[in-house]
T-cell receptor
């Protein structure tokens, strides 16, 4: 079956380092992947979308890559700050999904001083 | 603020109660969604409305009943819920054809 998966273990990094989060998909080829940020008790907020024909996309300190060979998207936050601490979700539309987004479980990031 | 509001933010109800969740979007979008988010589980899509018409019911039990009176408002009517229905219920909207969804802050529901 088609799946989108993220590492469910929390990621702790030191302020100023680059955080790298992973999103893997299996048994299909998404046209794009989206990344969202979710803070506790709040709804997800859209960050970036990368299409299958784009290798990399950047927005300020954020960078997303899309590797169709590895079936993986990486989400990087450079010069991380404590304010970047949140859960990051990847999402895509599965085959035949119309406008129905399917989300990964999310990876919690904690940036420590 | 994302332009999507939800009320109430918190709700505690008994298994025999009837309550409703409300969502309103101020973005001029034509698609609206209900999601359920339980601890340690991915966001689960419940219902999709496009141009006020329900286009998706993701095998949701009938104790959840959605209503979309116009393209700006979405309700989720709840009755005879179970404790396992306790979760964060999120509303989202988008412009059909666009990929980005805008989420409300959610309603934290506890069923006793």
């Amino acid at each position: 079956s088609q799946k989108i998966e993220q590492n469910s273990e929390a990621l702790n990094i030191q302020e100023g380092k680059t955080a790298t989060l992973t999103c893997n998909y299996t048994n299909y080829s998404p046209a794009y992947l989206q990344w969202y940020r979710q803070d506790p008790g709040r709804g997800p907020v859209f960050l970036l979308l990368i299409r299958e024909n784009e290798k990399e996309k950047r927005k300020e300190r954020l960078k997303v890559t899309f590797d169709t060979t590895l079936k993986q998207s990486l989400f990087h936050i450079t010069a991380s700050q404590p304010a970047d601490s949140a859960t990051y979700l990847c999402a895509t539309i599965l085959t035949g999904g119309g406008n129905k987004l399917t989300f990964g479980t999310g990876t919690q990031l904690k940036v420590e001083l | 603020e994302t332009g999507v509001t939800q009320t109430p933010r918190h709700l505690v109800m008994g298994m025999t109660n009837k309550k409703s969740l409300k969502c309103e979007q101020h973005l001029g979008h034509n698609a609206m969604y209900w999601y359920k988010q339980s601890a340690k589980k991915p966001l689960e899509l419940m219902f999709v409305y496009n141009f006020k018409e329900q286009t998706e019911n993701n095998s949701v039990p009938s104790r959840f009943s959605p209503e979309c009176p116009n393209s700006s408002h979405l309700f989720l009517h709840l009755h005879t819920l179970q404790p396992e229905d306790s979760a964060l219920y999120l509303c989202a909207s988008s412009q059909q054809g666009d990929n980005e969804q805008f989420f409300g802050p959610g309603t934290r529901l506890t069923v006793l």
